[in-house]
Every structure is written in structure tokens, then in C-alpha cells.
């Protein structure tokens, strides 16, 4: 059970990665929450691990520290494009994306946005770009799916909110069959200042597929322009969409280090 894995970050997003197309390798909800412990395992928000792929170049499992597995990850894909190199095809189970290694990071091709209640999921039909419900101050937000499910809420100042305390409460609602992830951003000078949490991650330094849907949602609301720049608290991505198009982020990636671990260890 023992294997190499590498630590990568995009953003402060960090992640253990495990590369599996040669040696196999199975790892629990248990030992993945141990292994993203940040006091006792080796620590990051998502493990990911990466398998032979019949339709792309590599498939990627991403499983969040609470060990759920989840459909996309914008700051991981960007790790594993610019960890492979040149251009890679990226299977996840929200479906095939490229990313183009950069000098400092890469860019990926996230797909199409998706807007129907139905792909989000909603537990009911509703107009999804200014949806009719709310939680306290935050309210009419729009969701988004771009390969996991986003609801976003565009305020006056994202710093003040307290999502720390709002963003569990909303994950899972009823509303989201498949929990969501939650997004809460202002506009200043044509730039998106984000805060997320992520759904079995909580608060993170950023989110990839966060940003694309932020900035999806802004564009379609006349809020700002593409391409738009995101910031967020662990730094800033570059988003360019234009209706009925796929979505390219662009942004950072770091190599932390490699090490090797006795999987068995674990949990």
C-alpha cells in the first residue's frame, strides 16, 4: 500500500495527488478524510487520484476532505494539466476537459455551462438566474452547474458575509438534492471579488469551478464583461465565456513537493 503521491496547489486550492495508471489503488471515505487531516494525515482540501481513461488522456477522481467524491475541480484540473504537460484530455465525472500547461500554471477548457433546474440539480423548477428564494441577507441568487452545482449571490460587500456560518446552512438545503456549492461576490471596477464554500470542503483559499460559475452568472446578468478577472483570497483567475461557448480559466499552479506514504496508515 505504499505510494508516491505529489502536493500541488493552485491558489492556496491544495491537493494530494496520486497518480494510479500504473499501480492500482483503493482508498476509503476513511482514508481519504484521514489522509486530508491537516494535523495528523498530510493535508489538502481534495485527493485526487488519477487512472487510465478509455476516452481522454487521464481520468481524475477528486474526493473531498470529507471523502465524498464530487464531479469537477477547477484548481485541480490546472494542477494535473500542468503536472502531465502540453495539452492533456481530463476525464472527470462531469465529463471531458482540456488543459494547456502555461509557464506558471495552465488553462483549461471547462466545458459548457449548464442552466436547466434539472442539470443543476433543484429540487424544483424555478428560474435559476434570478432564483426566488434566499437565506437571511443573501438572497435572489443564480445557480449554475460547470460540472458540479453552484449557487452564487451577488452582494454589496462579500467580505462582511458571514459564510462561514451561512455557507453550511445553504449546502444543504432541500433545494439542493446534491448539495451545492456557495458562492458570495461583489463587483468592484469590473473585477469579481469571490468567496466560497465548498460542499465537504467548507471555506477554501480559492475554487476554480466557483470562479467559472461567478463569472458565467455576472455575464449573463450584464454585471461584467468576459474576460473577467476573479479574485479570490488565495490570488486571481482569468474567466472568458461568451453564450452558447465553452468556459476557459485560466490561472497559477505550485509544485509543493513529492513524498511517498504507506496508504495502509490511514484511517
Given at each position: 500500500?505504499?505510494?508516491?503521491?505529489?502536493?500541488?496547489?493552485?491558489?492556496?486550492?491544495?491537493?494530494?495527488?496520486?497518480?494510479?495508471?500504473?499501480?492500482?489503488?483503493?482508498?476509503?471515505?476513511?482514508?481519504?478524510?484521514?489522509?486530508?487531516?491537516?494535523?495528523?494525515?498530510?493535508?489538502?482540501?481534495?485527493?485526487?487520484?488519477?487512472?487510465?481513461?478509455?476516452?481522454?488522456?487521464?481520468?481524475?477522481?477528486?474526493?473531498?476532505?470529507?471523502?465524498?467524491?464530487?464531479?469537477?475541480?477547477?484548481?485541480?484540473?490546472?494542477?494535473?494539466?500542468?503536472?502531465?504537460?502540453?495539452?492533456?484530455?481530463?476525464?472527470?465525472?462531469?465529463?471531458?476537459?482540456?488543459?494547456?500547461?502555461?509557464?506558471?500554471?495552465a488553462i483549461v477548457d471547462m466545458g459548457t455551462p449548464r442552466f436547466d433546474w434539472q442539470a443543476i440539480p433543484l429540487g424544483y423548477a424555478m428560474d435559476v438566474l434570478y432564483m426566488p428564494?434566499?437565506?437571511?441577507?443573501?438572497?435572489?441568487?443564480?445557480?449554475?452547474?460547470?460540472?458540479?452545482?453552484?449557487?452564487?449571490?451577488?452582494?454589496?460587500?462579500?467580505?462582511?458575509?458571514?459564510?462561514?456560518?451561512?455557507?453550511?446552512?445553504?449546502?444543504?438545503?432541500?433545494?439542493?438534492?446534491?448539495?451545492?456549492?456557495?458562492?458570495?461576490?461583489?463587483?468592484?471596477?469590473?473585477?469579481?471579488?469571490?468567496?466560497?464554500?465548498?460542499?465537504?470542503?467548507?471555506?477554501?483559499?480559492?475554487?476554480?469551478?466557483?470562479?467559472?460559475?461567478?463569472?458565467?452568472?455576472?455575464?449573463?446578468?450584464?454585471?461584467?464583461?468576459?474576460?473577467?478577472?476573479?479574485?479570490?483570497?488565495?490570488?486571481?483567475?482569468?474567466?472568458?465565456?461568451?453564450?452558447?461557448?465553452?468556459?476557459?480559466?485560466?490561472?497559477?499552479?505550485?509544485?509543493?513537493?513529492?513524498?511517498?506514504?504507506?496508504?495502509?496508515?490511514?484511517?
Amino acid at each position: 500500500m505504499t505510494g508516491r503521491f505529489h502536493k500541488m496547489h493552485g491558489l492556496g486550492n491544495d491537493f494530494v495527488i496520486v497518480d494510479a495508471r500504473e499501480q492500482e489503488i483503493e482508498l476509503s471515505a476513511a482514508k481519504v478524510t484521514a489522509i486530508a487531516d491537516r494535523h495528523s494525515g498530510i493535508g489538502c482540501d481534495q485527493l485526487i487520484i488519477l487512472r487510465p481513461s478509455d476516452n481522454a488522456d487521464v481520468r481524475m477522481q477528486i474526493f473531498n476532505a470529507d471523502g465524498s467524491e464530487v464531479e469537477a475541480c477547477g484548481n485541480a484540473s490546472r494542477c494535473v494539466a500542468k503536472l502531465i504537460g502540453e495539452e492533456t484530455r481530463i476525464e472527470t465525472k462531469g465529463g471531458v476537459i482540456t488543459g494547456h500547461a502555461t509557464a506558471d500554471g495552465a488553462i483549461v477548457d471547462m466545458g459548457t455551462p449548464r442552466f436547466d433546474w434539472q442539470a443543476i440539480p433543484l429540487g424544483y423548477a424555478m428560474d435559476v438566474l434570478y432564483m426566488p428564494v434566499g437565506w437571511e441577507d443573501l438572497q435572489n441568487p443564480a445557480a449554475v452547474n460547470v460540472g458540479n452545482p453552484h449557487v452564487i449571490f451577488f452582494v454589496e460587500d462579500g467580505a462582511v458575509v458571514e459564510l462561514n456560518r451561512l455557507g453550511p446552512m445553504i449546502e444543504v438545503d432541500p433545494l439542493f438534492p446534491e448539495k451545492v456549492n456557495v458562492n458570495v461576490a461583489h463587483i468592484a471596477d469590473g473585477v469579481i471579488h469571490l468567496r466560497v464554500w465548498e460542499r465537504g470542503v467548507g471555506l477554501t483559499q480559492a475554487c476554480g469551478t466557483g470562479a467559472c460559475a461567478t463569472a458565467v452568472a455576472a455575464i449573463k446578468r450584464g454585471l461584467v464583461t468576459s474576460p473577467v478577472r476573479v479574485d479570490l483570497p488565495g490570488g486571481s483567475l482569468t474567466i472568458s465565456w461568451t453564450a452558447g461557448e465553452t468556459i476557459q480559466m485560466q490561472g497559477p499552479t505550485t509544485y509543493v513537493f513529492s513524498g511517498e506514504a504507506d496508504w495502509s496508515q490511514f484511517g
